[in-house]
């Protein structure tokens, strides 16, 4: 049955609107929440330009530790030496930037590579899709969003004024599943869409090549859609969202985030962070969406995470963004950012390993596939396991 928006987030969404009428999408502000985070610095300028993808160049948290409780892989049965050489193996990898591995919530190995450090924060490119969909989980158990199954355009009505039938069906879930049907090409059509100044009326008006759920096309122009749609039923940037609902649960803060030309923060890019922040993120989705005895992200955000919806090929499926694959003889989520930016989790033996690669402009890219790392040395390093 259908769930229509409460009284809440209609007036919150309606104040939205009347402001970015009233003012404009480039208005100046100063917004501090919770932790006294300005969502305003955060953003900065925008190195890109203007354009859809930035130039991913690295920046400092100023409090890099997280008060992550550590262990010796020995205390939380694991083999030292099996984990030090799988560390070494990827770290010749010329890109990879960053290894860590948790267990049972502890962090037991955490390397460094060609340059990088702790306090190093880096474009975790679509990582944040899956950060996108921990946050629509949580408007809508707020209240602030129906249903996922609420089309898009109860939401952003006035983009949806001349759109055929088919597109006016297309719901929060066929953009967090990739099903929506309209016509894109990752990497390419982005470049179409930033010439336009209005990004989210430059998506919506794309050709709707399939009939809405029947078909996977990866798009960033969906979890474009979905900060959207997250800001106008809140009332909130997506930003203030974010660090009010979920990281500062977490203890973490986004040391930058890309915006569009109407001040739409980024879905599903152009979000900084440290390694050792998704490998919080990560726990957190281990732990069924619990953090320090708190259901940060609701439990069901969490399994509709897990449960593959389509299958991609390759061995690949898609969740409601994350990606799942056969690891060690099971199938395990993961979040996956351009470039070799992961979050593996592999719930059988309580493990999560986060893996970052640089994608800095100008420098080459490896993007490794971390199957041989998880099997060979990961799992095989937990005791008792062949």
């Known amino acids: 049955m259908t769930r229509y928006l409460r009284p809440r987030a209609l007036l919150l969404g309606a104040v939205l609107v009347l402001a970015q009428l009233f003012l404009g999408p480039s208005t100046a502000r100063t917004v501090t929440i919770g932790s006294g985070v300005d969502c305003d610095r955060i953003w900065q300028t925008p190195e890109g330009n203007g354009t859809f993808y930035e130039t991913n160049r690295t920046r400092i948290d100023p409090r890099p530790g997280h008060d992550w409780p550590v262990g010796s892989p020995r205390s939380v049965g694991m083999d030292a030496a099996v984990l030090e050489a799988g560390l070494h193996r990827l770290g010749r990898e010329r890109s990879v930037f960053s290894a860590l591995v948790v267990r049972h919530g502890r962090l037991v190995a955490e390397g460094y590579f060609h340059g990088s450090r702790r306090d190093h924060s880096n474009n975790v490119h679509s990582v944040s899709k899956s950060v996108l969909q921990a946050l629509i989980g949580i408007a809508v158990r707020r209240g602030f969003i129906g249903s996922i199954d609420d089309p898009v355009h109860r939401y952003l009505p006035e983009y949806f004024a001349d759109a055929p039938a088919e597109a006016r069906r297309i719901t929060l879930r066929h953009l967090l599943t990739m099903t929506a049907g309209w016509e894109w090409q990752e990497d390419e059509t982005e470049y179409t869409v930033e010439r336009r100044r209005d990004w989210v009326k430059a998506i919506v008006e794309r050709d709707l090549e399939r009939e809405p759920g029947t078909a996977f096309t990866y798009s960033s122009g969906n979890t474009h859609l979905l900060s959207a749609v997250l800001q106008r039923a809140s009332g909130r940037s997506t930003c203030e969202f974010a660090q009010r609902y979920l990281f500062d649960p977490l203890g973490i803060t986004a040391e930058h ?130």
């Open 257 to 386: 985030w890309g915006r569009d030309p109407q001040g739409v923060y980024s879905g599903g890019y152009n979000l900084y962070l440290t390694p050792r922040e998704l490998a919080k993120f990560g726990l957190l989705y281990l732990n069924r969406g619990r953090w320090q005895g708190r259901q940060v992200v609701p439990r069901e955000t969490v399994s509709q995470s897990m449960r593959p919806v389509v299958r991609v090929g390759d061995g690949y499926s898609y969740a409601h963004g994350w990606w799942l694959r056969r690891i060690g003889g099971r199938t395990v989520p993961f979040a996956w950012g351009y470039g070799g930016q992961y979050i593996y989790l592999l719930p059988a033996a309580d493990v999560v390993v986060v893996v970052t690669e640089n994608t800095r402009e100008g420098h080459e890219n490896v993007d490794v596939d971390l199957r041989v790392f998880l099997e060979d040395y990961v799992l095989r390093s937990v005791r008792g396991r062949r």
